[in-house]
């Protein structure tokens, strides 16, 4: 059995943050336990070594991260509420060793780190962007850790770029990525040389190899050719072995599939496996053998089996309702 958190896009007077057992043999999930108080508690992440989970509170302004420590019985003790330093906070990276935390303010572009026992560090990026709509400024969204913590990327969706920040932001520099991309999540291969892009706006995937002169080297759609609906691209993730690459699709209401190709990072689509409302966030199972999807707007959570040879995804083996799920974590 592993233990699952997944936050809720609900107010405090609701319970945000619940606790689930999931079983890896059949992909049965059993609610346990969970608390509220955490207005619009979008997004967290889980410290293992401390039992810590930290979680935003994505207010459209004064955004929080809020930190609780998590027993083996799943008792929760609150230990700090702090300012975000931005409005909007919608995603959070652990620093590899547990020393900070990475913070996207999306509605107002501020990048922030919280250092624990280290110096914080925050900064806005001016300009604007090729979207008339969702590109008026800077909107930070996401950010991924590698080098063991070395380095950082961060994902600009209102200035189509990735902020690549060293030397404990020190010193940075920018991956351009096509004008109104948008790009908002980030996974990254094992061996840290190749970067996938969740590219919101145009609904892509942008496969990006890193190296002293990061550069773009495909971009691939995440929509069946016949598809002329609305649709904006939400959460990605890298199967357990690698060999495989997942996409959510908003208003398509898809997984697009992807193989891998181990030697050169390029994507070739597999196809859609169709989810329900609002697929805003994903996660893969410890073992690799399932996803389960967080379908926000149809209060589900469905979970799809992963074919190891193949890496197609199954229609739904379970359906568990859950208000407004839109951040799925493993805790064990």
Request: glycine share 8%; hydrophobic share 35%; net charge negative.
């Amino acid at each position: 059995m592993h233990t699952l958190v997944i936050g809720s896009r609900v107010h405090a007077d609701k319970q945000g943050i619940n606790f689930f057992s999931f079983d890896e043999h059949t992909g049965a999930l059993q609610h346990l336990s969970g608390f509220g108080g955490v207005e619009y508690p979008n997004f967290q992440c889980f410290d293992r070594e401390k039992r810590i989970l930290y979680t935003v509170s994505e207010t459209e302004t004064d955004g929080h991260v809020c930190a609780y420590r998590v027993s083996p019985a799943l008792t929760c003790e609150k230990l700090f509420c702090i300012p975000s330093q931005g409005d909007s906070p919608c995603h959070l990276a652990l620093e590899p060793t547990g020393k900070g935390l990475a913070v996207a303010n999306y509605a107002d572009g501020v990048f922030t780190f919280l250092g624990f026992g280290r110096p914080d560090f925050i900064e806005t990026f001016p300009g604007r962007g090729n979207h008339p709509n969702r590109q008026q400024s800077s909107h930070i969204h996401s950010s991924l850790w590698l080098e063991a913590g070395k380095s950082l990327l961060v994902a600009d969706l209102g200035l189509d770029r990735i902020i690549w920040y060293t030397d404990s932001f020190t010193r940075k520099h920018y991956i351009t990525v096509p004008a109104g991309t948008g790009p908002r999540h980030l996974a990254l291969s094992l061996d840290q040389g190749t970067l996938f892009v969740a590219s919101e706006l145009s609904n892509e995937v942008l496969v990006i190899q890193l190296g002293p002169e990061p550069s773009v080297v495909q971009t691939i759609s995440t929509l069946p050719a016949d598809f002329l609906g609305e649709n904006t691209v939400a959460d990605i993730h890298l199967s357990s072995d690698q060999r495989f690459l997942y996409c959510s699709n908003r208003g398509h209401n898809s997984i697009a599939m992807y193989a891998v190709d181990q030697a050169s990072g390029f994507l070739t689509l597999l196809g859609h496996c169709k989810v329900e409302e609002e697929p805003r966030n994903f996660c893969i199972d410890p073992s690799g053998t399932y996803l389960l999807c967080g379908n926000a707007s149809s209060n589900a959570i469905t979970v799809h089996a992963i074919d190891q040879q193949t890496g197609m995804l199954s229609s739904e083996v379970h359906r568990f309702e859950q208000q407004a799920p839109v951040c799925l974590t493993f805790m064990t």
